[in-house]
């Protein structure tokens, strides 16, 4: 059934934005096939909504379809070493960590904790302590919105990247359904800062479970939890820049956390720049703020509007570019924006 004027709001983790024109809740591919005919013949540009866990919608809403993917299911296939699970689009993410979890399988405990659906979690590569969605992923089955055909995008095809992959270039492609493959003899990845702090402490970090209570618990640490304030998580990502350009910042700025990448450049942690370069935690503009307990997290308290939350994100470039003459880049996406 198709809502009009639908608000929004209770719809992103940032609790904000105006209407949606048109709003489809999809359960299935044939769901899928008919929302992007009607968006088709209405002229109408089809917005693919999952948790709402990383997008910004604008006070005066967007002018488009909305479709709330919403397909369900995991199901697992096993391979001799190795176990493909298949979960439906809107499945969220935790409730994949669960199921993968609960039978002892390797791969994705470094992301439990993260909001969201396993479609949002594929598009955007999440990554967290280390890991990254691609490291396990083994196909996406999608619909091509501009004509409903079905389509199967492998590993190869998906060109994943921070934070990124092929199925944000092409928005037309709506994922149904994510298959990645985990493994019952895994081995733990504890080289992140964080994990390598927890193990030298003294916790137990051998098996998924461990791994995925401890990685919660430090995530409990920084990040607001659900429904406490509004929020997006990180709202910028981490800047990658040239080799020579992070030693000169890294000589203005002795401590400054830095991560070589496997093509030569560098990513700098943003979060300490803004926390110890700019001094900027606490810093805010109406409801918004850069949350206190992690800098690189806008958090929104009731009330507050999109326009707000983008004030202050403008504010937090500005000051950027002023300190280290760089352009950094939002995480969060701005629906309508594109
Ligand atoms: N730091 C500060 N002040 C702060 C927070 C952090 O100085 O207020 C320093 C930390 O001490 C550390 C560095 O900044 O040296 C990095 O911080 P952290 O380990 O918390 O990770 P991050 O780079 O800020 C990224 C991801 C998170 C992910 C964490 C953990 C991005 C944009 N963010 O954050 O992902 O959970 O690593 O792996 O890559 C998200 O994408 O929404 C997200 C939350």
New binding site residues.
Partial sequence: MIKKNLPLASFTTFHIGGPAHSFIEVFSEKDVQEASSYARSNKLKLFPLGGGSNILVPDAGVDGVVVRIALSGIEFSDHGDSTVLIAGAGVPWEEVVEAALARDLFGIENLAGIPGTVGGATVQN????GVELEKVFEYADVIDATNGEPKRITRNEAKFGY?TSYFKERRELILTRVALRLTKDGMPHLT???LLKASASGKSLKTPQEIAQIVRSI?AE??PQRGELGTA??F???PILSKELVLSLEKRFPGL?VFPQSNGSVKI?L??VL??VLSL?GFSIGGAELYKK???VLVAEEGTTAAEVDTLARAIENKIFDALGIKIER?VETFGAR
């Fill in positions: 999440i990554g967290a302590y934070r992140y800062p964080d995530r920084k990040f998580g990180s910028f990502k981490n956390p942690s979060a300490w926390d110890h935690k992690h800098s690189l995480e």
